[in-house]
């Protein structure tokens, strides 16, 4: 069964103060893994797809980046509206033919403190 | 553009009524989804349709929960005799291509369920 654990639960920061959300995953196969952010009310919006490890994407404040067993979201130099639940999620190649839903971890909720 | 919206908003139900949910798809995308939010969890996956087909119904809870899409495009999420434990917000999503590829699920608003 497809798992995705993220740490920490709630990162409080300062504006301006860099630093990284974890995503460990463990799937049978991976075919993407995703970085939503979602704000309170509103649906996951999405952010990033990354496909094998050592790939990298970066957007505005945002890098995330890949291994074989976990997913790193790198902020840098937050801004208060960068504030808000971080998910990460995984497709995944399975023997079932399943490969197309999404497995979400609980989330990272993020508070950037001007 | 108009990105997958979906309705009501809020739904309020007494234990034992019956809701139907809406989702409107971005236009021309082929696959959909239904996903269950607890407070303070990640989604988690119900259900998903290629067009009109329900391909896999393996996350839907019971045998309260069905979903259809007749004509392949607008779906609804009907839920029977709801239960307490079916309160949670309702994420429908939408992706462009079929199932043998890999593309961005782009997801709507929500809907809010509230079981009294």
């Known amino acids: 069964e497809d798992q995705v654990t993220q740490s920490p639960e709630a990162l409080r920061l300062q504006e301006g103060e860099s630093s990284s959300l974890n995503c460990s995953y463990t799937?049978?196969?991976?075919?993407?893994l995703f970085w939503y952010r979602q704000d309170p009310g509103k649906g996951p919006e999405f952010l990033f797809t990354?496909?094998?490890a050592g790939e990298e994407k970066e957007k505005e404040r945002l890098k995330a980046t890949l291994t074989k067993k976990e997913s790193f979201l790198h902020i840098t130099a937050p801004k208060p509206e960068d504030s808000a639940t971080y998910l990460c999620a995984v497709q995944s190649l399975n023997s079932g033919g399943s490969n197309y839903k999404l497995t979400f971890g609980k989330g990272t909720l993020l508070t950037v403190n001007p | 553009g108009a990105g997958v919206s979906q309705s009501p908003r809020y739904k309020v139900a007494k234990r034992g009524q019956d809701v139907a949910l809406r989702c409107d798809p971005i236009s021309g995308h082929v696959s959909l989804f239904w996903y269950q939010q607890a407070l303070g969890q990640g989604p988690e996956f119900l259900t998903y349709f290629q067009n009109e087909a329900q391909l896999d119904k393996s996350g839907l809870p019971s045998d309260r929960f069905f979903a259809e899409r007749p004509e392949g495009s607008v779906s609804t999420l009907k839920i029977q005799r709801t239960q307490q434990e079916d309160s949670a917000v309702y994420l429908c999503?939408?992706?462009?291509?079929?199932?043998?590829?890999?593309?961005?699920?782009?997801f709507g608003p929500g809907t809010r369920l509230t079981v009294l």
């Open positions: 999503a939408s992706s462009p291509l079929g199932r043998t590829r890999t593309d961005t699920q782009y």
């Open positions: 799937v049978s196969g991976l075919r993407g």
């Open positions: 990354l496909y094998s």
